[in-house]
Every structure is written in C-alpha cells, then in structure tokens.
C-alpha cells in the first residue's frame, strides 16, 4: 500500500476549525473536522471511524460549506487501498 503523504490546507484547517466551533454541527461533522485539523502539520493518515464520519458529513443535505471542506480533506488523508 502507498504511504499518505497529504496534509490539511490552510483554508481546510480554517473550515474544520469553524465547524468545531459550531454549535450546529452533528457529531459526525465534528469527528470529521478534528480529524482534519490533527493532521493539519503531519503526514498521519485518516482512521477508518474518521472517513466514516466524513463519508456521513459529506453525504448529509444539512451540513454546511465548512463542514464538507473539512470531511473532503479528512478523506483525501485516507491510504489508498491499491
């Protein structure tokens, strides 16, 4: 399997940050968001519960912006299968 070597954005880690602050947003979102934002300064890669809740984050109608930009970056931290 290949080695992650992605990393949060600034404008992502700003977006998770929002979301926590949130008061409005769901637990799934939060998980999502504080998983961006741990790895916003290193290479470790998403855990299995954490893409999950992204997954969930990304697919709800009532997430917002910030929300999905954090959970699209907690994915993209995901090893590769292949």
């Known amino acids: 399997m ?3 070597t992605e990393k949060t954005g600034k404008k992502a ?8 602050r ?9 998980s ?7 790895q916003s300064k290193t290479t470790k ?3 299995k519960k954490a893409a999950s809740a992204a997954s969930k ?6 997430a917002s912006k910030s929300a999905k930009s954090a959970a699209g970056s907690t994915l993209t931290q995901r090893r590769d299968k292949k």
């Not at 700003?14 to 926590?20: G, I, N, P, R, V």
């Not at 999502?32 to 741990?38: C, D, I, T």
């Not at 984050?57 to 009532?62: A, R």
């Open 2 to 4: 290949a080695k992650n």
């Open 13 to 20: 880690a700003s977006s998770a940050s929002k979301t926590l």
């Open 22 to 30: 949130s008061t409005t947003a769901s637990k799934a979102a939060k």
């Open 32 to 38: 999502s968001a504080g998983s961006a934002l741990a």
């Open 45 to 47: 890669e998403t855990s």
């Open 57 to 62: 984050t990304l697919q709800s109608k009532t």
